[in-house]
């Protein structure tokens, strides 16, 4: 565990203007598309998530909006029970709807508190740790890499193969972020089209790089979703657009976005 202080207060802490916006754009595509226009639940996202818990017996997938994640990180253990998501609900309800924190706040602190690896804290540290760079410096493929590994950021050392490319699951959900990225607007076609699978390392996360040795095929492999990807991406790819039933959404919220489907070429 560690404490830090989340303001200027800190020598490390990074305003949510000096973060690259394709590193913001990327992060909200993976973790929680309707981000900005929910009220901190999904509950159809919520509802899938606990009947396959229910089914396997254990916390086999989140369910979490980026709200709940904030809460979760802030103000309460990591420690998986009935009580804590009970508590977690209650604090996300009162931020968000009685407005305690703008939403840019909320992700502002987000990005300045979860994990990017062992020890590896807030964005400041993983842009320094993985790419030597300021978090306003992050280029498209570095801000998608660290997209990814946010479900599984202590596993980012194996994410490679001998060519210095992303590998199996990893490589898919790289992708597949992409992708949805260019549908929704947010990056260029040709910039999904043109983009590559080696990520540059430059940081000290290089020395702690394992590269497989026998993955010589490259190709995309479909992640395990309980594993690997959000839940809150799966609903986005499953075909139907309209808000989840029941959730809190503002009434000036835009039209839902056509959802995606993973790319087949590697």
């Known amino acids: 565990m560690k404490t830090f202080m989340v303001g200027p207060s800190n020598p490390e802490f990074t305003p949510y203007n000096e973060v690259s916006d394709y590193l913001k754009a990327a992060i909200m595509?993976?973790?929680?598309?309707?981000?900005?226009?929910?009220?901190?639940f999904m509950?159809?996202?919520?509802?899938?998530?606990?009947?396959?818990?229910?089914?396997?017996?254990?916390?086999?997938?989140?369910?979490?909006?980026?709200?709940?994640?904030?809460?979760?990180?802030?103000?309460?253990?990591r420690k998986k029970t009935i009580v804590r998501k009970a508590e977690e609900a209650l604090i996300v309800w009162i931020i968000e709807n009685t407005r305690l924190a703008s939403k840019e706040r909320m992700f502002e602190v987000y990005l300045n508190i979860i994990e990017w690896g062992p020890k590896i804290y807030g964005i400041h540290e993983a842009a320094e740790f993985y790419f030597d760079k300021r978090p306003d410096n992050l280029t498209l493929t570095e801000s998608l890499y660290l997209a990814s590994i946010i479900p599984k950021p202590k596993y980012y050392r194996y994410s490679f193969n001998q060519y210095g490319e992303l590998r199996g699951s990893a490589r898919y959900f790289y992708r597949?972020?992409?992708?949805?990225?260019?549908?929704?607007?947010l990056i260029a076609q040709s910039d999904y089209e043109n983009l590559g699978y080696a990520i540059n390392i430059n940081g000290p996360a290089r020395k702690?790089?394992?590269?497989?040795?026998?993955?010589?095929?490259?190709?995309?492999?479909?992640?395990?979703?309980?594993?690997?990807?959000?839940?809150?991406?799966?609903?986005?790819l499953g075909g139907n657009t309209a808000p989840d039933a029941g959730v809190n959404t503002t009434q000036d919220a835009p039209p839902a976005q056509q959802p995606a489907t993973p790319p087949t070429k590697p």
């Open 208 to 236: 702690f790089i394992v590269r497989a040795t026998r993955d010589t095929v490259r190709t995309v492999v479909a992640a395990d979703s309980s594993q690997y990807e959000p839940l809150n991406l799966i609903d986005l």
């Open 29 to 40: 595509t993976a973790e929680d598309p309707r981000f900005l226009t929910h009220r901190g």
């Open 43 to 77: 509950e159809k996202a919520f509802v899938k998530s606990a009947i396959q818990n229910l089914k396997e017996r254990r916390f086999a997938r989140g369910g979490s909006t980026i709200s709940m994640q904030l809460v979760k990180n802030v103000f309460l253990t």
């Open 176 to 185: 597949l972020i992409a992708g949805l990225m260019a549908r929704k607007g």
